[in-house]
T-cell receptor, first 112, second 113 residues
Framework: GQQLNQSPQSMFIQEGEDVSMNCTSS?????WLWYKQDPGEGPVLLIA?????ELTSNGRLTAQFGITRKDSFLNISASIPSDVGIYFC????????????FGKGTHLIIQP | DAGITQSPRHKVTETGTPVTLRCHQT?????MYWYRQDPGHGLRLIHY???????DKGEVSDGYSVSRSKTEDFLLTLESATSSQTSVYFC????????????FGPGTRLTVL
């Protein structure tokens, strides 16, 4: 099956810094999604990308769907304490009603 | 937040016992999914449903069965639980599958002793 390589696995940053994480795949996806998961909760959708080259923002978050359809990145600007959590990328094939393929997550830790 | 609940939220059981987890949605979405989340593996699809009584296997379906007798409920059953099935289980829903986004429930933490 498809595999997503998400990096970095963890990030230790200072409050106010910008954050960048990415996902790459050996397969082409038609949709890229970015989720955030807080401890003890389910993943919450942050941004959905549907077209190659698409750049989408949601507040301080910006994500891009790579031109090759095999990668995506997520940037967080001016990080704040509530950004702490695990961020997952997920890819879906066109007509892929059979679910998402997830990366293994980036654990974001913010030091005051 | 999408109207998705999971029950129970926590369960401890013994090896060899049957276990059923329930996912309930109030959104009338057609598609429902069960994932498990394990350290180092992210989320992996177990089974999914594309309508009442219509289900199919995902990446890690061995040892699991599902049923969907009505739109709002999707049940995941472990016929004979094993320690390798200790995990956090998430249900997700989407309106139309395909490229439609999925919304996740709060999860069930299952421990098999």
């Amino acid at each position: 099956g498809q595999q997503l390589n998400q990096s970095p696995q963890s990030m230790f940053i200072q409050e106010g810094e910008d954050v960048s994480m990415n996902c790459t795949s050996s397969s082409i996806f038609n949709t890229w999604l970015w989720y955030k998961q807080d401890p003890g909760e389910g993943p919450v959708l942050l941004i959905a990308l549907y077209k190659a080259g698409e750049l989408t923002s949601n507040g301080r978050l910006t994500a891009q769907f790579g031109i090759t359809r095999k990668d995506s990145f997520l940037n967080i600007s001016a990080s704040i304490p509530s950004d702490v959590g695990i961020y997952f990328c997920a890819g879906q094939l066109w007509g892929g009603a059979d679910g998402l393929t997830f990366g293994k997550g980036t654990h974001l830790i913010i030091q005051p | 937040d999408a109207g998705i609940t999971q029950s129970p939220r926590h369960k401890v059981t013994e090896t060899g016992t049957p276990v059923t987890l329930r996912c309930h949605q109030t959104e009338n979405h057609r598609y429902m999914y069960w994932y498990r989340q394990d350290p180092g593996h992210g989320l992996r699809l177990i089974h999914y449903s594309y309508g009442v009584k219509d289900t199919d296997k995902g990446e890690v379906s061995d040892g699991y069965s599902v049923s969907r007798s009505k739109t709002e409920d999707f049940l995941l059953t472990l016929e004979s639980a094993t320690s390798s099935q200790t995990s956090v289980y998430f249900c997700a829903i989407s309106a139309s599958g395909g490229t439609d986004t999925q919304y996740f429930g709060p999860g069930t933490r299952l421990t098999v002793l």
